[in-house]
């Protein structure tokens, strides 16, 4: 099977809600009628004036921590799966439903189908290819295995105020590592961070957290997602700055995390990354072998050890139901 199309994804599609230019999805299992929730950005369709205005953008680096924004709204409560598929309203592109907060722009239909397929990227791990009926089946219905990465954002969603509020100020410590926060970078984590945590500007104005502060999150594995998620940030720019390394075991030393538990959630965070290097790799439902070396440098880059990134290339390949 190829990179998703909208065309695969449309029978999973059972809502696609428009806030300004975020496209939330629901997608449900056809098997289980389990519930997936996610969001791709609407896009206006780009000329070649704008390719170089972009560039920073469509780097590799700002494809990663997209990924890893897209999954901070999974971390957030959203995009996990159990819900029946009956709970979710169902509104197909050509009945947007929109916002009443704000005015929501105008798009055009593939605009809208693009976002719809950026929304399933981003939970795509939690999909598998049924090649005998040709669509996408939850990985649970086809018994197969949920990444670490998928599986803890299952498990454990932060969904409590005072944690989404240490985890937003841990993801803007780690954004802003050195120093600043590019605007670009600012909008697109505001998109996924909800309104009512605060502005990305007021929270890198917050002193460093605390260890206090982080003793006092929610007992349990959710202080395992919010560690997790700091470390798929932190790998994002493919190198770890000693002040980073301080950082996170900071984190990990007032969440109360052992050593060994701190350990598994950096490797989950490195296989979700190398993942969705994958994706590019796999994109015509062939190996590039051009965007596969990339894969494996990055990898490599961002510590993952060889045979965990030649184990997670072929977990890949048998969730998308490649040879």
């Known amino acids: ?29 056809p098997v289980s009628g389990e519930v997936v ?23 590799a680096f700002y494809s990663l921590r997209q990924a ?14 159990g819900r029946a598929a009956g709970d979710v309203a169902s509104s197909m592109l050509g009945n947007m439903e929109h916002s009443s907060r704000q005015q929501a722009p105008e798009f055009g239909e593939e605009e809208k ?37 998928a ?29 600043q926060v590019e605007p670009e970078e600012e909008a697109l984590l505001a998109s996924f961070l909800p309104a009512e945590l605060g502005s990305v500007e007021v929270l890198a104005k917050r002193p460093p957290l605390s ?4 003793s006092e999150c929610s007992s349990g594995p959710v202080r395992e997602t919010m560690l997790m ?30 050593q060994d538990r701190t350990e598994a959630l950096q490797r989950a965070a490195q296989l979700f990354l190398f993942e969705q290097a994958l994706d590019a790799a796999y994109a015509d439902g062939e190996r590039d072998e051009s965007a596969h070396r990339d894969a494996l440098t990055l990898a490599s880059r961002i510590g993952l050890p060889a045979e965990d990134a030649e184990r997670a290339d072929i977990r890949y390949r048998k969730r998308q139901g490649l040879i």
């Open 1 to 29: 099977m190829a990179a998703p199309t909208y065309e695969s994804i449309q029978p999973n599609l059972r809502s696609a809600n428009q806030e300004g230019s975020i496209l939330r999805c629901a997608f449900h299992c």
């Open 37 to 59: 929730e996610s969001q791709g950005t609407l896009k206006r369709e780009r000329g070649l004036s704008d390719v170089a205005a972009d560039s920073v953008k469509r780097s």
């Open 68 to 81: 890893v924004y897209r999954a901070i709204h999974g971390a957030l409560g959203y995009g996990f799966l």
């Open 113 to 149: 189908r693009a976002a719809v397929v950026e929304a399933f990227q981003a939970v795509a791990s939690r999909f598998v290819w049924d090649g005998k009926n040709r669509r996408y089946i939850s990985a649970s219905a086809a018994g197969a295995q949920l990444s670490e990465f």
């Open 151 to 179: 599986a803890q954002l299952s498990k454990a969603p932060v969904v409590q105020r005072y944690d989404t509020g240490v985890m937003a100020r841990m993801l803007v410590e780690v954004a802003r590592a050195d120093g």
């Open 211 to 214: 260890e206090v502060e982080l």
């Open 229 to 258: 998620m700091a470390w798929a940030l932190a790998l994002t720019d493919e190198s770890l700055a000693p002040q980073e390394a301080r950082r996170l075991e900071r984190y990990a030393r007032g969440l109360g995390l052992a």
